[in-house]
């Protein structure tokens, strides 16, 4: 392949840029993970990842790509035939109920539209039905990354709440956290899954779990089998910074140097207001194009990503084809029922003005390359969005 100059935007919703702080940070020596060195460098990410997920609990980080840490929070707290409420928001919510399946629970998946979150009432009214209280625990993902689709998840406490049933709450953000703003104590979540490679603008490789006390307490009982994953060995290492078992510890170095950007250098509000404010051009793009976002709901709207629609005849995938052969420009493809469909724009993580408009730059020629009908204002309307919020008094709040 003849070499192509410059960066290349990877602007799919994850993996996404790994700032060159990272990478440097990953560069060093790998370090005895037993030894005196190590304990700190522990402390701190474990630290650090409380203050990401807003908790005072315990946060247990494993060397896997977010996927185990699904089956973590699953096979932790849940015995076998356990029944389990899930919402199928897109894509990433029904991979996790099949997990659920192949793992011996009886989850129930509530049909959802792709292009909504779950509803809160929905879960409430099953969650009322549920006069026994079988139910072991609610599943949802937050920011479902195949529809751009954020489900109100402190709207989902407060029906469960309502219903007064004492399923375990648990969280897929994945593609949400240290993007779009998360409490997992506030709102009273038992386990909130997290990946190391969107928000925390990290490679793939690390995954985490946040745990309530009472999904811990649950634990204790809890039957499907678990060896790797189980909590409790990890808890008692992580007390003094260590790993039962050989963590990514070059992983763990990056992860110390994005924590001190997100955390320190740019504060986590700063963050999501930045990726509001990108989410929010990037529609604006979208819409001066003529064409349609996937999400159908404003509250809804994802600050991470944007899945927009393709009209009838013309296929997504051939236009993503184009923008990346003529521009070295990566989007989001549609996924499963979406493929085809739709094409995503990834606007998180280590991401500014102009990467944007670069990347709807690409996004505006590669449609017009790929023969698809639009008005060539899209990139016109993010900067018209842009830059007033750069204006004097704005920039310290932007
Ligand atoms: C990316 C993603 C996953 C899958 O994570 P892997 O790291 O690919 O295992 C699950 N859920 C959501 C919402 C995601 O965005």
């Given at each position: 392949m003849p070499r192509v100059a410059g960066r290349h935007f990877l602007q799919i919703p994850g993996p996404t840029n790994v700032p060159e702080r990272v990478l440097r940070a990953i560069d060093f020596p790998t370090i005895d993970?037993?030894?005196?060195?190590f304990g700190a460098l522990g402390r701190e990410v474990l630290e650090g990842m409380k203050r990401v997920f807003k908790t005072a609990g315990h946060v247990v980080i494993y060397p896997a790509s977010g996927t185990g840490a699904w089956e973590a929070a699953l096979a932790n707290a849940l015995s076998p035939g356990d029944r389990v409420l899930m919402y199928e928001t897109g894509h990433f919510a029904a991979l996790w109920h099949k997990m659920a399946r192949r793992l011996g629970l009886q989850a129930e998946l509530i049909a959802g539209d792709w292009r909504s979150g779950a509803d809160p009432q929905a879960i409430e009214a099953l969650l009322r039905e549920d006069g026994e209280r079988r139910i072991r625990a609610v599943c949802v993902v937050h920011n479902e990354t195949s529809t751009g689709v954020v489900t109100r998840v402190a709207e989902v406490r407060r029906a469960i709440d309502a219903a007064a049933h004492p399923a375990l709450f648990m969280v897929d953000?994945?593609?949400?956290?240290?993007s779009i703003d998360y409490r997992h104590d506030e709102w009273g979540v038992d386990v909130t899954v997290g990946g190391?490679?969107?928000?925390?603008?990290?490679?793939p490789g690390l995954s985490f779990n946040a745990i309530s006390a009472k999904a811990l307490a649950a634990s204790k009982t809890a039957k499907l089998p678990r060896s790797f994953w189980d909590w409790t060995d990890m808890i008692a290492s992580n007390?003094?910074?260590?790993?039962p078992y050989t963590p990514a510890t070059n992983l763990l170095y990056g992860l110390r140097e994005a924590l001190r950007m997100l955390l320190e250098e740019e504060g986590l509000e700063s963050v999501f207001a930045r990726h509001q404010r990108h989410a929010e051009a990037t529609r604006r793009a979208v819409r001066a194009w003529g064409l349609e976002v996937l999400a159908r709901n404003p509250a809804e709207y994802s600050p991470s990503l944007t899945a927009v629609l393709m009209p009838a005849g013309h296929d997504a995938d051939r236009f993503r084809n184009i923008a990346l052969e003529s521009f070295d420009l990566s989007l989001g493809t549609g996924l499963s029922k979406l493929a085809g469909k739709v094409f995503r724009i990834g606007h998180l993580g280590d991401f500014n003005d102009l990467m944007l408009l670069g990347t709807l730059a690409g996004c505006e020629m590669g449609l017009e390359l790929a023969g698809v009908?639009?008005?060539?204002?899209g990139v016109r309307a993010a900067m018209d969005y842009l830059a007033p919020l750069?204006?004097?008094?704005?920039r310290a709040a932007a």
């Open positions: 993970h037993r030894g005196p060195e953000t994945i593609s949400s956290l240290a190391s490679q969107k928000g925390l603008m990290l490679p007390k003094d910074g260590y790993f009908p639009i008005r060539k204002e750069r204006s004097a008094g704005k």
